[in-house]
T-cell receptor, first 112, second 112 residues
Framework: KQEVTQIPAALSVPEGENLVLNCSFT??????LQWFRQDPGKGLTSLLL?????REQTSGRLNASLDKSSGRSTLYIAASQPGDSATYLC???????????FGQGTRLTINP | DTAVSQTPKYLVTQMGNDKSIKCEQN?????MYWYKQDSKKFLKIMFS???????INETVPNRFSPKSPDKAHLNLHINSLELGDSAVYFC???????????FGPGTRLTVT
């Protein structure tokens, strides 16, 4: 059974800092991994999708890496801004499975 | 121009009532999902449909019945509502099960 863990549960940093969010999963036989952002009272916004054959994906100030063998992914946010404040969720699709398994998220607060 | 929309956004009802939540996507996707996010913000899949066919049916009470009249719509009907059904329900869609999932804004259901 695939389990996804995100640490820390909450993170607060000053504006302008670079930061890393962590995601770990128990079954390394994954098909892909997706990072989402959720704003309070809103739905999820897809940020990055990494296929199992990829090591990283970049979109603007965001960079996601994937290390299947160690069961880890990181989301790197450069030059953080108050608008980056949100909950960040990672989700994993196991090979042969048809569903995403989500972590519980990291609540990020960027202080002006 | 909303990609995945849900109605209603908020739903407050009493125990024992029957209610429905509607979802529509205009992305041309062939796969749609229902997720439940509980009070601890943990997101779990409930159902998935591919081309109007039920693909995923997690351990969900029989009181929950999804219906997909066409590929662009996936509705969720809940009978005999219970207090524990209070949660935010998210609809999502993708092209096949392997591609990036796009989420709706969520329906906050409160059962009193």
């Amino acid at each position: 059974k695939q389990e996804v863990t995100q640490i820390p549960a909450a993170l607060s940093v000053p504006e302008g800092e670079n930061l890393v969010l962590n995601c770990s999963f128990t079954d390394s036989a994954i098909y892909n991994l997706q990072w989402f952002r959720q704003d309070p009272g809103k739905g999820l916004t897809s940020l990055l999708l990494i296929q199992s054959s990829q090591r990283e994906q970049t979109s603007g100030r965001l960079n996601a890496s994937l290390d299947k063998s160690s069961g880890r992914s990181t989301l790197y946010i450069a030059a953080s801004q108050p608008g980056d404040s949100a909950t960040y969720l990672c989700a994993v699709r196991r090979q042969g499975a048809q569903k995403l398994v989500f972590g519980q998220g990291t609540r990020l607060t960027i202080n002006p | 121009d909303t990609a995945v929309s849900q109605t209603p956004k908020y739903l407050v009802t009493q125990m024992g009532n029957d209610k429905s939540i509607k979802c529509e996507q205009n992305l041309g996707h062939d796969t749609m999902y229902w997720y439940k996010q509980d009070s601890k913000k943990f997101l779990k899949i409930m159902f998935s449909y591919n081309n109007k066919e039920l693909i995923i049916n997690e351990t969900v009470p029989n009181r929950f019945s999804p219906k997909s009249p066409d590929k662009a719509h996936l509705n969720l009907h809940i009978n005999s509502l219970e207090l524990g059904d209070s949660a935010v329900y998210f609809c999502a869609s993708s092209q096949g099960h392997r591609d990036e999932q796009y989420f709706g804004p969520g329906t906050r259901l409160t059962v009193t």
